[in-house]
């Protein structure tokens, strides 16, 4: 624990200027960011009696070790800074909002040649138009059902709609007429793009003057006796007011707003938020969080603010957002948001009327979800404290494994040899810090072996940077190149940043600046899948690397037994153990992490083609060989000049292309297990007729066992 006084800055150093101020941690951590009208009162409050400060504020300034600040011009800059090194950093004091949910938005692709209608999660794509988020995705089928036979707008995948394109048949929506069927030339590019166009208008709250369209060519359509054409204009008018229907009327003057509400306790705080457009309710979505900063009201609604319109642009941001409390400085929120949506934004509470009374309908929505949180968290957060402290009962620990991580490896009879690692932190699984590991240093099954070279290539590594930083001084650091490790999605993982077994685990650190990086933390607690030889392996690993203060254990699958170093009988936890049901997880995550991994690698290697190992011949190139010939079967016995004849190959790189063919041997050939027939050869990795990745002689999943 720091003395604030000892990294206090001098009198007259800090500036009497808006600024944005950064604490860090004895690591160069950044662990809170904060912005100030006035960095000089504000940073005053930090370095006060300690006995006088909130719990929260006492525990973030004798974290911390250092401060530094940025001075801005303006305090709409100061906001727009504090927010990107909030994203950036991920300081652990700081209030970061979490979605109760993944909420689902209708979504329409601009950005392609046929626009399609579909429901999308997650983060937002450029050139999509979003509308929602709705509360459940059948509520948008159910809402695009009713407009499709208004807008009969293409909602099929790629797949579908380049099959229909081949066959020259539309899909079954577009014999009923909930399609315009662009894939068979029915309508043209623009005139489906005008379709999506109108369909967007109407879903932004533009629909009386569409409505008032169609009310009078029925009427005209009638009065020229044209019954039939009629009838489908009335039905039509009807699916559009019935999807009207679905969301009421709340707002009588056709308003866009955003409504925010917050309700909160000494520790937790949940946002509400009603998306209002032509003054219907088109979207809701919450938030909740813990309040690791001493806070008001204001400033959590202006985090929710900033995380709500920080990646919007243009008319994503309301004319109006409407809320239960203001932040201390109204005037740069409301510039900020003005300069997002690129015109004036009204930021303010209701006081009368409709809106102060949706505004309470918000609260309340906010004081229900802040009572269900709770509620479910509460059993949560006893039962992982409870799994917690008896796993450092029965292991003799000296505290409680914050976080612990496990690894196991995986293989098919010796083949595609890899190694995870999962982290679990307070009882969660930190998916970002799960890696993924290559076993390199031998060929062949040994699990004992690989268990050795996975855990030294990973503490290895935290040794080398401890040396770099100065933490930690020692001759035998790591030798081993950074394509030794690879994350989750397969790309090398740098160099790690020392760490404090005591902090909240966090993203690993760039030198210096406390970006996020890998492997930033050591656990508490090594969990290996598998018993005595495994256990004994991951502690010689550890020993040799002089690390004495990581625990190790493993969990065998066969009597779910714990395992120590030294020990010749295991720990048996009662089967009914939070403690022990905890460890299971954490082994079952990492062994399905792990032959996830594993089962990649060997798809890969049986979709590689004999092109792979010709030099400087790329994707393009290839798909253009296959394209031309027809078939890796048909290119195999074509002559030097027939492949020169291949727009991009010259004769040189077609005399190695015959080369590397006629040294490969063919593969097998696949069979239609349905009929018996062989199947003609095809590139491996390319599609059949129906759809689904072809590969000759690719393993039955059956044989043999993957561990």
């Known amino acids: ?39 000089r009162q504000r940073l005053a409050n930090y370095f006060q009696d300690l006995a006088s400060l909130h719990p929260r504020t006492r525990t973030m300034v004798t974290t911390a070790a250092s401060v530094e ?160 054409r009629a009838a489908r204009l009335r039905d039509d008018i009807g699916a559009l007011k019935k999807a009207m229907e679905k969301s009421a009327v709340v707002l009588a003057d056709a308003t866009d707003a955003d409504l925010i509400a917050v309700a909160e306790d000494e520790l937790e705080a949940a946002v509400q938020i009603f998306h209002v457009r032509g003054g219907r309710v088109r979207g809701q979505r919450g938030w909740v969080t813990d309040k690791v900063e001493e806070i008001t009201t204001g400033a959590l609604v202006e985090h929710a603010l900033q995380q709500l319109y920080g990646e919007e642009r243009g008319d994503s941001v309301p004319k109006e957002v409407l809320a239960t409390a203001l932040p201390e400085l109204v005037e740069p929120v409301q510039e900020w948001l003005a300069e997002r949506r690129g015109s004036g934004v009204s930021l303010r509470i209701p006081q009368r009327g409709d809106k102060k009374a949706l505004m309470e309908t918000v609260q309340r929505n906010a004081q229900q979800a802040l009572v269900l949180h709770k509620t479910k968290r509460a059993s949560d957060l006893t039962t992982r404290s409870r799994a917690l402290e008896e796993i450092a009962e029965a292991l003799d620990l000296d505290s409680a494994p ?63 940077e401890k040396e770099k930083t100065g933490e930690w001084v020692d001759d035998t650091s790591d030798d081993a190149s950074p394509a030794d490790l690879k994350d989750a999605s397969g790309n090398d993982v740098p160099a790690v940043s020392a760490t404090g077994p005591q902090a909240t685990p966090e993203y690993g650190l760039k030198d210096d600046d406390g970006r996020p990086k890998k492997f930033a933390y050591p656990p508490q607690l090594v969990v290996v899948d598998g018993g005595q030889p ?42 009914t153990s939070e403690g022990l049901y905890l460890l299971q997880r954490v082994r079952d995550e990492a062994h399905r992490f792990a032959i996830t991994y594993q089962r990649t690698k060997r798809s890969q290697r049986f979709r590689s083609s004999p ?25 195999r016995s074509a002559t030097i000049d027939q492949i020169c004849e291949v727009p991009g190959i010259g004769r040189k790189t077609a005399e190695t292309i015959a080369v590397a063919l006629a040294q490969a041997a063919p593969a097998a050939p696949a069979v239609n297990t349905a009929t018996g027939e062989i199947m003609e050869e095809e590139e491996p990795g390319t599609t059949g007729s129906g759809g689904d990745p072809v590969t000759a002689g690719a393993p039955d999943e059956r044989r043999g066992q993957e561990t």
């Open 69 to 228: 600040w940025t001075v801005v011009s303006t305090e709409v800059e100061a906001l727009q800074l504090e927010y990107s090194w909030i994203k950036e950093f991920d300081p652990r004091f700081n209030v970061k909002y979490r979605d109760d949910k993944s909420y689902p938005y209708l979504a329409v692709t601009m950005n392609e040649e046929f626009p399609r209608v579909q429901v999308m999660r997650g983060h937002k794509r450029k050139g999509v138009r979003y509308f929602g988020p709705y509360g459940h995705a059948w509520a948008i089928r159910d809402t695009v059902d009713l407009l499709l036979r208004v807008f009969p707008v293409r909602t099929c995948s790629a797949g579908v709609f380049k099959n229909a394109a081949r066959t020259g048949r539309p899909c079954l929506l577009g014999y009923i007429g909930k399609c315009s069927a662009p894939c068979v030339d029915r309508v043209s590019a623009d005139e489906h793009r005008d379709l999506a166009e109108e369909f967007c208008d109407f879903m932004a709250g533009r629909t009386g003057t569409y409505i008032r369209r169609l009310e009078k060519q029925m009427t005209d359509a009638a009065e020229e006796m044209e019954y039939e």
């Open 1 to 39: 624990m720091a003395d604030p006084s000892s990294y206090r800055p001098k009198p007259g150093e800090i500036p009497d200027t808006p600024g944005v101020y950064r604490f860090r941690d004895e690591h160069r951590r950044v662990i809170y960011v904060g912005k100030a009208k006035s960095l």
């Open 402 to 464: 914050l976080r612990i991580e496990c690894y196991d490896i995986s293989h098919l009879q010796g083949d595609d040899v890899v190694a995870s690692m999962v982290v679990f932190e307070d009882g969660l699984q930190r998916k970002s810090e799960y890696r993924r590991f290559q076993i390199k240093g031998f060929a062949g099954q040994d699990d004992v072996r690989s268990m050795h070279e996975v855990i030294s290539r990973r503490f290895k590594r935290y040794l080398a």
């Open 534 to 575: 495994q256990v004994a392996a991951a502690k010689r690993a550890l020993d040799e690397l002089g690390i004495d203060d990581i625990a190790v254990c493993g969990l065998a699958k066969r009597l779910e037994e714990v395992w120590l170093p030294e020990e010749d009988d295991p720990v048996v936890l009662p089967r």
């Open 611 to 635: 092109l792979d190992d010709v030099p400087g011949l790329g994707d393009t190139r290839k798909q253009a060989l296959l394209k031309h010939f027809g078939s890796l079967k048909k290119l």
